[in-house]
């Protein structure tokens, strides 16, 4: 059964820069699309980034060019190199993985707060 587990999440000042980690258990690793949602307290869990098991990247408006996901298959972890950190950044974020349609598996999250 697949497992995610995020490490990473922290305390930054605004304008700084955090890189979240997301390692998976699991022998498929390089054939699943994987993601980062985050949610605000007070709103719904949110789509970050996708990268798909075909190096696909999308991203969500307010965080490209700012974000950058990526994965190395030989360590079943997936990253989020987070840059120009702002304080509307701040939630938890979630790490998700699924294969082609199928259901999303979620991590169980890390904080990320931005300090003005």
Known sequence: QLQLVESGGDLVQAGGSLRLSCAASGSIFGLL???????APGKQRE???LLS???ARTYKDSVKGRFTI???NTKSTVYLQMN???PEDTAVYYC???IAAGEWTWGQGTQVTVSS
């Open 33 to 39: 699309i994987v993601g980062w949602f985050r949610q």
């Open 47 to 49: 789509y970050v980034a």
């Open 53 to 55: 098991n075909e190096d």
């Open 70 to 72: 990526s994965r190395d």
């Open 84 to 86: 120009s950190l702002k």
């Open 96 to 98: 998700a993985a699924r």
